[in-house]
């Protein structure tokens, strides 16, 4: 979608490494989220963040860090990923409160 | 957990006929939404409805809401081969930080020629 964007795409990693995905919009917004989609689960919130350094946990955190130093970015690392681990990963703007989110085109993550 | 859940979990229509989602949640909120997936893509926001607001239409689509029941529904006219995608309810909490949106499992919506 115009204005944010995910990298990458696609990854494989292998089980206890660290990965970090990338969230990066160029509208300025204050509010970003991360979301997993697992199969019958729906979207599930991870992190938010509502400005430069201030984050806050969602319901799915655990093994999960977030780090946002810059307005445009907001980072996710898994510190160490585990099977359990391997899903889509989406990035969402909120632009305006009476606008919804706007989401990036997802990571599809797979820990082996 | 989910907030939302919607009925039907799949729903199979021919094109020109009418589409209707249901959404059903469990606490109090600020507004919902609905949103589009297409297959490998990203989630499009479609319509957003305020506590406050019973009714609300944006070109084929309308969307009720009836908080006294917890429940909403979207209604998508003469469909598409194209409207083929699932759909998604949201429920949106404002905190103190952030407006929170817990997502439902989905529909997903076949439109066949």
């Known amino acids: 979608d115009a204005g944010i964007t995910q990298s990458p795409r696609h990854k494989v990693t292998e089980t206890g490494t660290p990965v970090t995905l990338r969230c990066h919009q160029t509208?300025?917004?204050?509010?970003m989220y991360w979301y997993r989609q697992d199969p019958g689960h729906g979207l599930r919130l991870i992190h938010y963040?509502?400005?430069?350094?201030?984050?806050d946990k969602g319901e799915v955190s655990d093994g999960y860090s977030v780090s946002r130093s810059k307005t445009e970015d907001f980072l996710l690392t898994l510190e160490s990923a585990t099977s359990s681990q391997t899903s889509v990963y989406f990035c969402?703007?909120?632009?305006?409160?009476?606008?919804?989110?706007?989401f990036g085109s997802g990571t599809r993550l797979t820990v082996v | 957990s989910q907030q939302g859940e919607e009925d039907p979990q799949a729903l199979s229509i021919q094109e020109g006929e009418n589409a209707t989602m249901n959404c059903s949640y469990k606490?109090?909120?600020?507004?919902l939404q609905w949103y589009r997936q297409n297959s490998g893509r990203g989630l499009v926001h479609l319509i957003l409805?305020?506590?406050?607001?019973r009714e609300k239409h944006s070109g084929r689509l309308r969307v009720t809401l009836d908080t006294s029941k917890k429940s909403s529904s979207l209604l998508i006219t003469a469909s598409r081969a194209a409207d083929t995608a699932s759909y998604f309810c949201?429920?949106?909490?404002?905190?103190?930080?952030?407006?929170?949106?817990?997502f439902g499992t989905g529909t997903r919506l076949q439109v066949t020629l």
């Open positions: 969402a703007i909120e632009r305006d409160r009476s606008d919804g989110y706007t």
């Open positions: 963040s509502y400005g430069v350094k201030d984050t």
């Open positions: 949201a429920t949106a909490v404002n905190t103190g930080t952030a407006s929170k949106l817990t």
């Open positions: 409805i305020r506590s406050n607001e």
């Open positions: 509208e300025n917004h204050r509010y």
């Open positions: 606490t109090s909120i600020n507004n």
